[in-house]
């Protein structure tokens, strides 16, 4: 149990802390969030709890992967905010985009035989 505790305490405070240092700095804050931070920390904690390097592998592969549908979001978000769109609704929009555009990307891999 206190495990998990560290766990979610230290995952926490990686997210406590970008979100601090955007709102001093957005660009830099910005570079910080880009940091693959979780997933490292998905990493690192996966092969604490498994050792097992396959497993590992399976997963940096399939982050790979997934990564890429979420990267329009970001581009979607701030053009609709910038368009005088409401936050919540801009935010929906760029999570609703993100999510068609992973069952596309994991159609699309299916059939190009990549396994996820």
Do not use: N
């Not at 405070?13 to 969030?33: K, T």
Request: proline content about 5%.
């Amino acid at each position: 149990m206190a495990y998990l505790i560290l766990k979610v305490l230290l995952s926490g405070l990686v997210i406590a802390a970008v979100s601090e240092i955007a709102r001093r700095s957005p660009a830099f804050g910005a570079l910080v969030a880009s940091l693959p931070l979780i997933s490292i920390l998905g990493i690192v904690w996966l092969w604490r709890d498994t050792r097992d390097p396959l497993l590992i592998a399976d997963h940096a592969y399939a982050t790979f992967w997934y990564v890429l549908p979420s990267l329009p979001m970001f581009l979607l978000v701030p053009w609709m905010l910038r368009q005088g769109v409401a936050f919540g609704w801009s935010l929906c929009a760029g999570v609703v985009l993100t999510i068609l555009l992973y069952a596309i990307t994991s159609f699309a891999l299916a059939r190009m035989g990549v396994k996820l």
